[in-house]
């Protein structure tokens, strides 16, 4: 028997904490915001992605992050994925009305990157992604998976990244969190013919096929 559903609120809005020996995180969120953004992770080069994940996708963010930085940035980047992740699904609860699915394709400059999103709630990464350097400034470039991986696993996205072509590493990996940032704003927005329904035949997202 298919449950009951309540409309979505108006606002959907969502923070998590997360305090381990390695990092300490803070994020806050709105679904329904205009992008705003106040970000600070000791990271810059995350610091900037994470910005452009708020501002194209209209997802109000905040992030306070202090992690074990004189290590490497692992922990912090991963960490910052897990609580975003989990407050994207806090503020979806039962992900009533939503459109679901999104998708986006990126150019910048010499760069075309596609990403799609079904918030399914069963995780998912496919990443085709290769860099040519190891590290952006003092970044690894490998941790740009392990970022959308931890997304991915916290929010209950099956997540499809695919740079299709592109030179330029830093036009690689903005183009795929652009990319998230477009998909994501389609796929939580509230359809407004089904603003009272899972966007599922089976009247719930998540389990099995």
């Not at 452009?52 to 910052?80: K, M, N, P, W, Y």
């Not at 359809?191 to 096929?209: F, H, Q």
Request: net charge neutral; aromatic share 6%; glycine share 8%.
């Amino acid at each position: 028997m298919v449950r009951a559903m309540t409309p979505p609120p108006m606002s959907r809005r969502a923070s998590v904490e997360r305090k381990t020996k390695e990092t300490q995180i803070r994020v806050a969120l709105n679904l329904d915001g205009t992008g705003i953004y106040r970000i600070k992770t000791g990271v810059g080069f995350l610091d900037h992605m994470m910005e452009q994940l708020s501002r194209h996708s209209l997802v109000d963010l905040e992030i306070e992050a202090t992690g074990d930085l004189h290590i490497d940035f692992h922990h912090t980047t991963e960490d910052v994925a897990i609580c975003i992740g989990e407050a994207v699904a806090k503020a979806l609860g039962d992900r009533v009305g939503i459109g679901r699915f999104g998708s986006a394709t990126i150019p910048m400059d010499e760069t075309l990157s596609e990403v799609a999103i079904d918030l399914s709630n069963r995780p998912y990464l496919i990443w085709k992604v290769e860099f040519t350097k190891p590290k952006l400034g003092e970044m690894d470039t490998e941790l740009f998976k392990e970022w959308f991986q931890a997304f991915a696993q916290a929010a209950g996205a099956t997540l499809h990244v695919w740079n299709k072509y592109g030179e330029n590493n830093h036009h690689i990996v903005e183009s795929c969190f652009k990319g998230l940032a477009r998909a994501l704003r389609q796929a939580v927005e509230i359809d407004a013919r089904k603003s009272n329904a899972v966007p599922s035949t089976k009247g719930v997202l998540g389990g099995s096929l």
